[in-house]
């Protein structure tokens, strides 16, 4: 079969599932990589980055085109098709010019109006699959205004990857899920395809399975997941990446869940939103949660100093500021009036038990 028939019928099938190093080290690393990958048939795609987008200068930034070759190869030995970040216009045409059968674009990419659109630009005419990963940031419209871009240079197969996103104060993830953006952009775009990128979200081995097994139980439609032959020694994000044999045994592991054809579509969509719900009540509990403790921590400084816990000027302009950006929001003043109340007097609560030293 040919490699495009291959990638044609892999795009189609679910759970697409794209794995290999971080970064393309050595000729052998992505060779014996491809093979191990290829022998757990598991995998449907070979990733590598070739160029490597790092946060400081200094550490490693990838082999750069030179590293095509070995792709190439690899491609001949397994036949695997070949996927690869690009960020520039000069890494697409390299990347077009060695036959990558997929391209993605990274997430510091995507935050970039102009990164964008000059690698759409780049891709006008081609009918390569581009898949485009979330932003850095928590910012949907930046995830949809890449896609538009792409989509308007003439890609027909395009797909999505979510990543997560960066989060101050954020400690349990490398990039916090906030499934509900993916979710919703999974909703706005149910014709394309939605990847989970468990590494990138993780950071670390131990809890790849539980997120992979989230995106599933989300409908996610495959994984793109680091895989290394050596990962303790390999070259960037050591952490995140598991050897080929511990990827099939993670795959095997997975429940991968199918909707039921007997299901009315009502009831669908309404499992959808619940899940969405779910999600996003997490994180209201969460933030709570770190509210709360802040608000422990001013009654101890009010306690040192001896003030009232009530500051009834603050609490007029905390709801003054709530009903006014609630209803651009379409938030009635009467929910968040009653919302505010319950956080406020939970907070008086708090700050009250520390103030008599029962916290």
Same mark, same amino acid.
């Given at each position: 079969?040919?490699?495009?028939?291959?990638?044609?019928?892999?795009?189609?099938?679910?759970?697409?599932?794209?794995?290999?190093?971080?970064?393309?080290?050595?000729?052998?690393?992505?060779?014996?990589?491809?093979?191990?990958?290829?022998?757990?048939?598991?995998?449907?795609?070979?990733?590598?980055?070739?160029?490597?987008?790092?946060?400081?200068?200094?550490?490693?930034?990838?082999?750069?085109?030179?590293?095509?070759?070995?792709?190439?190869?690899?491609?001949?030995?397994?036949?695997?098709?070949?996927?690869?970040?690009?960020?520039?216009?000069?890494?697409?045409?390299?990347?077009?010019?060695?036959?990558?059968?997929?391209?993605?674009?990274?997430?510091?990419?995507?935050?970039?109006?102009?990164?964008?659109?000059?690698?759409?630009?780049?891709?006008?005419?081609?009918?390569?699959?581009? =898949?485009?990963?979330?932003?850095?940031?928590? /910012?949907? %419209? +930046?995830?949809?205004?890449?896609?538009? #871009?792409?989509?308007? &240079?003439?890609?027909?197969?395009?797909?999505?990857?979510?990543?997560?996103?960066?989060?101050?104060?954020?400690?349990?993830?490398?990039?916090?899920?906030?499934?509900?953006?993916?979710?919703?952009?999974?909703?706005?775009?149910?014709?394309?395809?939605?990847?989970?990128?468990?590494?990138?979200?993780?950071?670390?081995?131990?809890?790849?399975?539980?997120?992979?097994?989230?995106?599933?139980?989300?409908?996610?439609?495959?994984?793109?997941?680091?895989?290394?032959?050596?990962?303790?020694?390999?070259?960037?994000?050591?952490?995140?990446?598991?050897?080929?044999?511990?990827?099939?045994?993670?795959?095997?592991?997975?429940?991968?869940?199918?909707?039921?054809?007997?299901?009315?579509?009502?009831?669908?969509?309404?499992?959808? =939103?619940?899940?969405?719900?779910?999600?996003? /009540?997490? %994180? +209201?509990?969460?933030?709570?949660?770190? #509210?709360?403790?802040? &608000?422990?921590?001013?009654?101890?400084?009010?306690?040192?100093?001896?003030?009232?816990?009530?500051?009834?000027?603050?609490?007029?302009?905390?709801?003054?500021?709530?009903?006014?950006?609630?209803?651009?929001?379409?938030?009635?003043?009467?929910?968040?009036?009653?919302?505010?109340?319950?956080?406020?007097?939970?907070?008086?609560?708090?700050?009250?038990?520390?103030?008599?030293?029962?916290?």
């Amino acid at each position: 079969m040919l490699v495009e028939e291959k990638v044609q019928n892999a795009w189609k099938q679910r759970p697409f599932i794209i794995s290999g190093p971080c970064s393309a080290e050595t000729e052998e690393q992505v060779m014996q990589t491809a093979i191990q990958l290829k022998n757990t048939g598991k995998v449907h795609a070979l990733r590598a980055g070739i160029w490597k987008p790092r946060t400081r200068p200094g550490s490693f930034e990838g082999v750069g085109t030179k590293g095509l070759p070995w792709l190439q190869q690899a491609r001949k030995e397994t036949g695997l098709p070949l996927a690869v970040e690009v960020a520039t216009a000069k890494q697409v045409e390299d990347a077009l010019h060695f036959g990558i059968d997929i391209l993605w674009i990274g997430a510091r990419t995507t935050v970039n109006p102009f990164s964008v659109q000059e690698v759409a630009d780049a891709l006008r005419g081609c009918k390569v699959p581009v =898949l485009i990963k979330n932003p850095i940031n928590p /910012d949907l %419209e +930046l995830w949809v205004g890449a896609v538009e #871009r792409v989509a308007k &240079a003439g890609i027909e197969q395009i797909g999505l990857i979510h990543r997560g996103f960066s989060n101050y104060g954020n400690t349990d993830f490398r990039n916090a899920p906030m499934w509900h953006l993916a979710i919703e952009m999974k909703r706005r775009h149910a014709d394309k395809p939605m990847i989970c990128d468990p590494s990138h979200i993780c950071g670390r081995r131990d809890i790849l399975q539980d997120v992979a097994q989230k995106s599933i139980d989300l409908d996610f439609d495959g994984l793109i997941i680091e895989s290394h032959i050596d990962p303790d020694n390999a070259w960037s994000d050591a952490k995140q990446q598991i050897t080929p044999t511990v990827l099939a045994s993670m795959i095997d592991a997975l429940q991968w869940r199918s909707e039921t054809s007997n299901q009315a579509e009502f009831l669908n969509a309404l499992s959808k =939103l619940r899940e969405q719900i779910n999600h996003i /009540d997490d %994180e +209201l509990l969460q933030l709570l949660g770190q #509210r709360m403790k802040i &608000a422990e921590q001013i009654g101890n400084y009010k306690k040192e100093n001896n003030i009232t816990i009530l500051q009834t000027n603050r609490w007029n302009e905390i709801l003054q500021k709530a009903v006014s950006k609630g209803e651009k929001l379409n938030l009635t003043k009467e929910f968040i009036t009653r919302y505010f109340d319950a956080v406020h007097m939970e907070s008086i609560n708090r700050q009250n038990k520390v103030m008599n030293n029962q916290l």
